[in-house]
């Protein structure tokens, strides 16, 4: 056999040898060959897993050369145009929405940053589904926006590619294809759940022949070309598919195939066949066809769903089966079985029946370049669209699957040309109508909407799994992604059958989610179905009805328009039919979903605002109308009903559904076509009828009665208010919103923005979230509108983020100009947008602060007035409801009702009803000829009013009204007046005067009359079509309304005298509310200004109308001149009973009670606040005399202290100890301070590199190894100080307590449950005053200043004296303090000290846990205390006084404490520093059997260590000569280090010459007193050792002799020793209460040395050297600086330039900083969103930067956890001792780690408009905020992230 002999031999070999045969003329031998090697190698039996049949595959397609090498090659030819890049979900992408012709346009980071989009409305994005990179493709975006390398049109240019090149690939990959599908038919089994694992299996081990195949796509556009070829060619496919006939395997695997194709259709085979029995049942007659669309006669399949035996069941489908008729007969193949024509088809279905394999997806993405593949591939999904989504209702990982297929489609759909193709020639619209119906049929339900019992209507269930989980969207966005194209939407609105479908469609949703009011009980199981239903609405029906209005936008698609409303109107008649409504709806029940309604009124509008089509030609007869009105109507009074507590015992949910009817995203597409449909019924339906029907909807009927009681049949007592308030601003609404009747897409914008602004200040994308979006897209550049911005600078100013000091962060906001509060706030318009109720009050309350601020108003302002639009003509019949008789009794009743003081009206009230009148009076009825009387003399209202105008009826006077009272109202007891009163005056010629026989005239009040009202019009219309349907409804309606609620009172008619006009009623009113008699006088209509008139209260809103209604009539203006000039006489309210009177003053207390509360709680909140400033401002210097360690108390005889907690004071005993509250924590921010001025940057490309070496933490460490490699541990341990890293800082809020009641306190919290930030457990606690963070008391000592008068009085003693007294002290063997509870509780604070911090920040020395590691550390916790307030005063103590952080020091108490614990050592004589340091010792002769190391010579020790050591052991307290006496002692040591360490940077000739002129001056008198003298002894002393200096002579000097001048070394000398006088002088200031005198900066030195008492009085310093004239030797100069010399030089083992890192100290470091970022977050963004960690070489999921050293860690990552502990956590501790800041790159948010807590602190980096964008979620240019970051950095060096940020949580180790 030939192939067993080629698979023998080396492949390389034969894929050359195989190549060559194939390249010949005659190839026939070449090809059997190949063929037999490949029947061989890729054998479908062998496992997939085994890799030999690729390395076969890559060698012979490669033709003998090295696959790399060919990959090289052939992408040398690559010509493709497209980038086409394919990415997964979580890429990064960028969407430039300036450059994009398709909204889904998408590029990847590479192709953005080599385009031109400076200045584009761009914005980067985390893939949700995947995509691919669009650049190159001119259909989806312009051209401009292409990337230098996909703008060159490079395919013209390439050579072509030469034929044997890719002979080789177009014979073996056909075979390769086919393996790869053999092996995914025999691994496929029908799904029962055992094999759901068998499928992943299969796809792993398939995993690298389908890389195989995404690699070959990479190869550029030759190879995607053959493959192509290969994929589409049917021949290739009907050879290989079945298999060869003697090959068993393959036959089996091919009928595997063919099995699982047969259940490809829509419907399964065996549905099939019950279909057919189904339609015998049904007697319809759709044949197989129809029957299987509908899956069978109950939703979903039999088999499944036990719903067999329903009795309906075959009626509901014949029912259903009637809207689908025309789909099945249509197209049969949408239906069908697949059948296969090519690979490309089996392994699209394969890919699909696999549930998207993700490697699958992207290899028949990445072919897509190829225009050719595009279009098969396209035909070929829309061919498996139906099997597509069929497949994904099963699926069970249904989102992965939705985001897959997604990914598909979108690449596909999104191509006008493409989509308006596969439209035409594959019916992609009747595909996707169907298969949405098929998918919503699964889970219909019968409606119970209206009457339960004979409903025939179904509706989608929503708690279905399909729409919980909105497995319907990849269809849905789909189907609104090919209606963007103008041409396939065309297609659509012009197909009748489709659109009758499309309307079934969505009258599944019509009606669904419906609510019950419960009325007893509470519900047990508040159900979430809202979300599903509000979602389904939106996605389902409003999108594509948005997409579809877009393109109804001129006058040449007026036929689309009319034919969508003929199908709503068509198919809402059905609906009604179906629930079987007639005319009144059923109580108790509102459904939020009319999306019927809302088409209907949407494409209504678009008619007439942008096609110029008539109205009435659109609109049904009357009846229709009337019936279309009810279930918008309903909804808003079931808002009403919400809102006023009615559905309380349907638990929140029900709120939840009345918040998103209205919230932005929602309302466009539902409250407002709601109120517009209303408001055309209104306009084109009887005015009286409308309104009674409104408040009859509204369940208020009975409210309004002239009567002061009366009983309301459907309302408790406390609802009534609210649900007036509710009817009525509804009717202001309806009669004032402009948004569809004629306001332009810039009004309505202007609108919107303005209603937001005014509720809340905004941020940029709030007011973007804010905005509904449809009508007016905030993105794009609409022609002539009005942009976004724009619009935002004409209306809001922008403030800019500011910070306050108590660290929350404030965003940049927009606040409304003062012009648009002026003119422009709409409160009408704000109440129609809150979500949220508090909103209203929040822009009033604004609005009153404004009017306040500007002095226009100064009380309590009402809702202003605003100017309306015009109408619309077309909408004029909506004036008509201000001006029907109906409106105005209501008016006058109301008004009538608030003067009376009758219960349940309210202000609300009244302002509402001032605004009907006032619209009333702006928009007049224009047509009605003013002698018109209404004709029907036997109206009911005619008795009320003579005409419908306003402006007449204003001043018509009601003499007299019949009500229908309970037996026990106050008006009962009146007889009935006399018959004289008939003689009713009447102020109007226009009212008839009443004739004798008045009762007739006079009739019933309106109780009933609204009602009957509505009734007999509702009746004249119904009868004109359909006489008996009424009847048989009537009395069903009726019986529900009268429910005796108990045995109500009997009502009585009873005659009331009113003789009152609207206009009478509006003056008394002014009065009431003005609280004055007459407070209009007659003439007050003539010195009016109407210029004031815009903002005010009731008053002014009553002026206003009156003024407006006299300028339109002469009459009008009369009869307020007669009604003013009558002054009247106070009338008593005559109708209050005494119990109302009663009622009235119990509100008038309660008011009174509110007020005072108010004041008392506004008092308490303003003293709060001034104690806030003073205990927790970080800025302001302390004011109060808490914890203030000045002088003053130094002098008082016992120091008093107040507990917090039980609120004495007194003294701090041995006994009762008081304390301190304090923070301990471990701090390394000193040890991160560098040398220079300036932060590091932060890397951000692999050439920048931070080096940690240059840090003060490093250098004290590296100094300490060095000195322990040379010299006695012992003495190391003392000669420098640790707690650089890791020191122990002590803060505190300035509160003391009893230690006794801390511990209590203590008890109490850790038997408190409630969760805080806090662990009890480590000690932490909130102090109880301030609750500010602490975890530890230091207790106080008692006394403290009985001694002051020996302790601070100056000293004349001589220094030699002194220093005798210092050492006697020193030896004084140190006595234990008795034990005491005090003494115990310091103890226990050491303890506290050394838990604050990690261990391995105490152990330095040698030996762990000796005394001299102990020693070291406590004296370290000074000094660390020490330099950390040096550093917050900015590193001098040039500004003096106290400062913010010597505010929180609590260093003497922390002083004392440490000296308690540091007594327990003495210090070996022998070995003490001070006789070192003050006396010349003779060298002891032991060197010969001291085999110990030697101890550190002075001048390599730390002087302000020696410093602290010295003050803390010896006896407290400690008087102040002596404290003077060592600091000056040490000083001479420092002095001497400065000298020796300058002398190092001399050249050696400087060093000649300096020597030799010092070396005669130091015979003079004062020779130890100048440092020339001494220089040049340090200098002559140190050369006797040639090592230390010989280190610099080969340098050559680098400084010339003349740069070291006199001056220059005084100053370099200053420098050297500044660091120590300013520590001696902090720790004085501590210790002795000593102030500190600020100075400038040049004479810090001076001033600190005068304040130590350096300066010897007389010899005050006038020369310019002064360093030296600070001195004061207590022995010869020269003899001991000889000895600290000789100490150096003398070290044998030491090699010279370690002597001399030892010998140049220097203590100067610069201000601790944070890392410097870079302005722009993209830069670090792209470089480290990618970037691998160093430790697991992984891209981690949550990458983050330290912001303190640079380090880049994995958040949260598993991969890089030690001990439990993540690497963030663990970062935190190496870096900062436990404190970690870092930057999270994903989300460009900060960090706070502190010990075992973390908390989010904000972002540094802010977009345009001074926004943070957390998580990157709008993906908008984000840029450095400074002020932030600043505050970020100050709160890291001054510790205060624990009392600044409040929301801190526990992080267990896992961040």
């Not at 598919?241 to 091919?254: C, H, P, R, T, V």
């Not at 007594?1463 to 003050?1478: C, F, H, M, Q």
Request: hydrophobic share 35%; net charge negative.
């Amino acid at each position: 056999m030939m192939a067993a002999s080629l698979l023998r031999r080396d492949k390389k070999a034969t894929a050359t040898h195989l190549k060559a045969d194939l390249t010949q003329a005659d190839n026939s031998s070449g090809l059997r060959q190949l063929h037999e090697l490949l029947d061989n190698v890729l054998n479908p039996e062998k496992p997939a897993a085994d890799t030999e049949a690729l390395d076969w595959c890559k060698c012979l397609i490669a033709g003998g050369e090295g696959f790399e090498e060919f990959c090289r090659t052939v992408r040398s030819y690559d010509n493709a145009t497209l980038c086409g890049l394919v990415w997964t979900a979580n890429f990064v992408a960028y969407r430039c929405r300036t450059c994009g012709i398709s909204p889904c346009m998408s590029l990847c980071a590479e192709c953005f940053n080599n385009g031109e989009h400076t200045g584009h409305d761009f914005n980067m994005f985390r893939s949700q589904a995947g995509g691919a990179c669009d650049c190159g493709d001119s259909n989806v975006m312009r051209e401009s926006g292409f990337c230098f390398r996909h703008r060159l049109r490079t395919g013209e240019n390439v050579p072509t590619i030469p034929r044997d090149l890719l002979l080789m690939s177009e014979m073996v990959l056909p075979r390769f294809i086919l393996c790869i599908i053999q092996y995914l038919r025999d691994g496929y089994t029908e799904a029962d759940n055992s094999s759901e694992r068998d499928l992943q299996k299969v796809l792993q081990q398939l995993e690298p022949q389908i890389s195989f195949l995404e690699e070959l796509t990479k190869m550029g556009g030759a190879m995607r070309t053959v493959l192509t070829k290969i994929l589409t060619n049917q021949q290739t496919f009907k050879e290989l598919s079945m298999g060869q006939e003697d090959n068993l395997y393959a036959k089996k695997n091919y009928e595997k195939y063919l099995s699982a194709l047969k259940n490809s259709g829509l419907v399964s085979v065996e549905e099939k066949s019950q279909g057919a029995a189904a339609d015998a049942v049904a007697g319809a007659e759709g044949g197989a066809g129809a029957m299987s669309l509908l899956g069978g006669s109950v939703p979903g399949s039999p088999n499944e769903s036990g719903k067999d035996e329903d009795p309906d069941a075959g009626q509901s489908v014949g029912q259903r089966k009637r809207v689908k008729l025309s789909s099945s007969t249509k197209d049969h193949c949408i239906i069908e079985s697949l059948k296969h024509k090519c690979f490309l088809e089996e392994l699209l279905f394969w890919t699909i029946k696999y549930e998207f394999p993700q490697k699958m997806v992207t290899f028949l993405l990445n072919m897509l370049p190829d225009q050719d593949y595009k279009i098969t591939f396209t035909k070929t999904f829309v061919q498996h669209y139906a099997f597509i989504m069929k497949t994904l209702m099963k699926s069970h990982e249904s989102d992965t699957m939705s985001n897959r297929i997604v990914h598909i489609s979108v690449q596909l759909f999104s191509n006008e040309e493409l989509a308006r193709h596969v439209t035409e020639e594959c019916q992609l619209l009747d595909i996707m109508v169907t298969v949405l119906l098929y998918m919503m049929e699964s889970c219909l339900i019968k409606s119970e909407l209206q009457d339960e019992e004979s409903n025939r209507h179904v509706v989608v269930n929503c708690s279905e799994a399909l729409l919980k989980n909105n497995t319907y969207w990849p269809l849905v966005s789909d189907f609104i992604n090919i209606l963007s194209h103008q041409s396939v939407a065309k297609k659509f609105l012009e197909d009748h059958s489709l659109l009758m479908l499309w309307m079934s469609f969505v009258s599944f949703f019509q009606g669904m989610n419906l609510n019950k009011r419960e009325l007893n009980e509470h519900v047990e199981f508040e159900s979430q179905t809202y979300y599903a239903a509000f979602a389904a609405e939106l996605e389902a029906c409003a999108q594509p009805m948005w997409g579809l209005l877009t393109h109804c936008k001129v006058k040449d698609t007026q036929e689309y328009t009319k034919t969508v409303v003929r199908y709503c109107l068509e198919t809402l008649q059905i609906w009604f039919d179906a629930i079987g409504f007639i005319d009144e709806p059923t109580p108790n029940q509102v459904t939020f979903h009319l999306p019927l309604h809302r088409y209907y009124a949407m494409f209504l509008s678009k008619a007439v605002k942008c096609q110029e089509l008539d109205l009435d030609s659109l609109l049904p007869d009357q009846e229709m109308l009337m019936k279309i009105m009810v279930h918008p109507l309903q909804i808003q009074a079931c808002l009403s009903e919400i809102h006023s507590n009615m559905w309380v015992r349907n638990g929140l949910q029900i709120k939840g559904q009345a918040m998103t009817y209205v919230q932005s995203h929602f309302c466009n597409s539902m409250i407002d076509p709601d109120i517009y449909l209303l408001q055309v019924c209104a306009s084109r339906l009887d005015p009286d009828y409308f309104i009674s029907s409104v408040f009859e909807r509204f369940k208020v009927v009975d409210l309004l009665t002239m009567a002061s009681q009366h009983q309301n049949a459907v309302l408790d007592s406390e609802q009534e208010r609210p649900m007036l308030e509710g009817a009525l601003t509804f009717l202001v609404i309806l009669t004032s919103l402009r948004i569809h009747l004629g306001m332009s897409d810039d009004e309505i914008l202007r609108a919107e923005m303005v209603s937001q602004l005014c509720m809340n200040d905004r941020t940029h994308s709030a007011l973007l979230d804010l905005i509904p979006e449809n009508p007016n897209p905030k993105s794009g550049n609409v022609s002539g509108a009005c942009s976004f911005e724009e619009m935002l600078s004409a209306v809001a100013d922008f403030k800019a983020p500011v910070f306050e000091p108590g660290g929350s962060m404030q965003q940049g906001m927009y606040t409304p100009k003062a012009e648009v509060w002026e003119k422009e706030f709409d409160p009408i318009m704000v109440v129609l947008r809150t979500v949220y109720r508090r909103d209203v009050q929040s822009a009033m309350d604004r609005y009153a602060a404004f009017l306040k601020q500007t002095g226009i108003h100064t009380g309590n302002p009402w809702p202003p007035y605003k100017e309306r639009t015009p109408l619309h003509t077309c909408y004029k019949g909506l004036i008509r409801l201000l001006h029907c008789k109906t409106l105005h009794i209501v008016i006058f009743t109301l008004l009538y009702k608030i003067w009376m003081d009758h219960q349940n009206m309210s202000e609300h009230v009244l302002c509402m009803v001032l605004y009907l009148i006032e619209l009333g009076l702006d928009n007049q009825v224009h047509d009605m000829k003013p002698d018109e009387e209404p004709c029907i003399e036997e109206h009911c209202h005619d008795s009320w009013f003579p005409g419908t105008n306003l402006l007449s009826n204003l001043h018509h006077v009601i003499n007299f009204v019949r009500v229908r009272v309970p037996e026990t109202a106050p008006e009962v007891k009146k007889e009935a007046p006399a018959s004289t009163s008939s003689e009713a005056s009447s102020y109007g010629q226009n009212s008839r005067r009443l004739s004798g026989n008045w009762r007739e005239n006079v009739r019933e009040a309106q109780v009933f009359s609204l009602v009957a009202e509505r009734r007999r019009k509702f009746q004249e219309i119904i009868n004109r079509s359909n006489t008996e349907a009424a009847q048989v409804v009537r009395p069903k309606s009726s019986s529900t309304r009268w429910v005796p609620p108990g045995t109500p009172p009997q009502l009585v008619t009873e005659i009331l005298e009113i003789r009152e006009s609207m206009l009478s009623l509006l003056i008394k009113l002014h009065q009431k509310l003005s609280s004055k008699q007459n407070s209009l006088s007659a003439s007050w209509l003539e010195d009016m200004d109407t210029s004031r008139h815009a903002h005010g209260d009731g008053i002014t809103a009553i002026e206003r109308i009156l003024t407006k209604a006299a300028t339109r009539s002469c009459q009008i203006k009369r009869s307020i001149q007669d009604i003013c000039g009558k002054v009247y006489p106070p009338v008593p309210p005559k109708k209050n009973s005494p119990t109302d009177k009663k009622t009235m003053d119990k509100e008038e207390r309660r008011q009174r009670a509110r007020e005072r509360q108010q004041k008392l709680l506004a008092e308490f909140a303003s003293r709060q606040k001034s104690f806030m400033e003073t205990a927790m401002d970080v800025e302001l210097p302390d004011t109060e005399a808490t914890m203030d360690l000045g002088p003053a108390e130094v002098m008082e005889s016992e120091m008093l202290y107040d507990c917090v907690i039980c609120g004495q004071s007194g003294p701090s005993t041995e006994d009762r100890p008081t304390g301190l509250v304090v923070l301990l924590q471990a701090s390394s921010v000193l040890g991160h301070r560098s040398k220079s001025k300036d932060a590091k940057k932060l890397p951000t490309s692999d050439e920048e590199h931070i080096y940690p070496s240059d840090t003060c933490g490093v250098a004290h460490d590296v100094r300490l190894t060095l000195m322990q490699r040379f010299f006695k541990d012992s003495s190391c341990l003392q000669s420098v100080s640790i707690g650089w890293d890791g020191g122990v800082y002590v803060q505190t809020c300035g509160h003391t307590l009893h230690i006794d009641c801390h511990k209590s306190y203590m008890e109490s919290l850790r038997n408190d449950q409630v969760l805080q930030g806090f662990s009890v457990d480590k000690g932490e606690f909130t102090c109880p005053l301030c609750r500010q963070f602490a975890n530890s008391v230091i207790p106080c000592r008692p006394g403290r200043g009985t001694e002051a008068g020996a302790w601070h009085s100056p000293t004349n003693k001589k220094t030699c004296v002194l220093v005798k007294e210092v050492e006697e002290l020193q030896e004084k063997i140190s006595f234990f303090p008795t034990e005491s509870n005090l003494s115990r509780e310091m103890e226990l604070v050491i303890k506290d000290i050394k838990n604050a911090t990690q261990k391995k920040y105490m152990d330095y020395g040698k030996n762990p846990g000796s005394p001299d590691n102990d020693f070291l550390f406590m004296y370290s916790v000074a000094r660390t205390n020490l330099e950390l307030e040096l550093v917050h005063r900015g590193g001098n103590l040039c500004s003096g006084g106290a400062s913010a952080a010597a505010k929180r020091s609590c260093l003497n108490q922390l002083f004392h404490v440490l000296a308690m614990h540091m007594r327990l050592y003495s210090i070996d004589s022998a070995y003490n520093p001070w006789t070192k340091l003050t006396q010349t010792v003779h060298s002891r002769q032991s060197d010969g059997f001291d085999e110990e190391r030697p101890e550190v010579p002075m001048l390599f020790r730390d002087v302000p260590s020696l410093l602290i050591i010295f003050i803390l052991t010896m006896p407290q307290p400690l008087r102040k000569e002596h404290f003077t006496c060592v600091v000056k002692m040490l000083y001479n040591l420092q002095f001497t280090q400065a000298l020796a360490a300058l002398s190092t940077k001399f050249s050696s000739e400087e060093r000649q010459a300096w020597s030799s002129s010092g070396a005669l001056k130091r015979k003079t008198a004062n020779g130890d007193k100048t440092f020339d003298a001494l220089l040049s002894h340090v200098i002559s002393e140190l050369s006797e050792d040639v090592c230390v200096y010989s280190m610099n002579t080969e340098e050559t000097p680098v400084l010339s002799s003349s740069v070291w001048s006199p001056q220059s070394v005084e100053f370099g000398l200053q420098q050297f020793c500044l660091p120590f006088l300013r520590l001696s002088c902090l720790l004085q200031h501590h210790l002795y209460g000593d102030n500190l005198s600020g100075c400038p900066e040049q004479e810090e030195f001076v001033s600190l040395a005068t304040s130590l008492g350096l300066f010897s009085s007389a010899s005050q310093p006038s020369s310019s050297v002064l360093t030296a004239l600070c001195l004061e030797w207590p022995v010869s100069a020269f003899d001991l600086i000889s000895q600290w010399c000789r100490e150096v030089t003398g070290l044998s083992q030491m090699q010279a330039e370690q002597s001399l890192t030892l010998l140049v100290q220097d203590p100067e470091w610069a201000a601790p900083r944070l890392l410097q970022l870079p302005d722009n977050y993209n830069v670090i963004f792209q470089y480290y969103h990618r970037k691998t960690c160093t430790v697991c070489k992984k891209v981690p999921k949550d990458p983050a930067l330290c912001l303190v050293c640079g380090a880049f860690v994995c958040l949260k990552g598993v991969c890089c956890k030690q001990q439990g502990i993540c690497e963030c956590v663990l970062h935190s501790q190496h870096c900062g001792a436990a404190t970690g800041i870092f930057l999270l790159i994903n989300a460009s948010v900060i960090i706070i780690i502190r010990g075992h807590r973390f908390c989010l602190w904000g972002s540094v980096y802010l977009d345009a408009h001074g926004e943070e964008d957390r998580d990157l979620r709008r993906g908008k240019p984000l840029f450095l905020c400074e002020e932030r970051y600043r505050v970020l950095e100050q709160q890291w060096v001054s510790h205060t992230f624990d009392h600044i940020n409040k929301r801190w949580g526990p992080h267990y180790n896992g961040l």
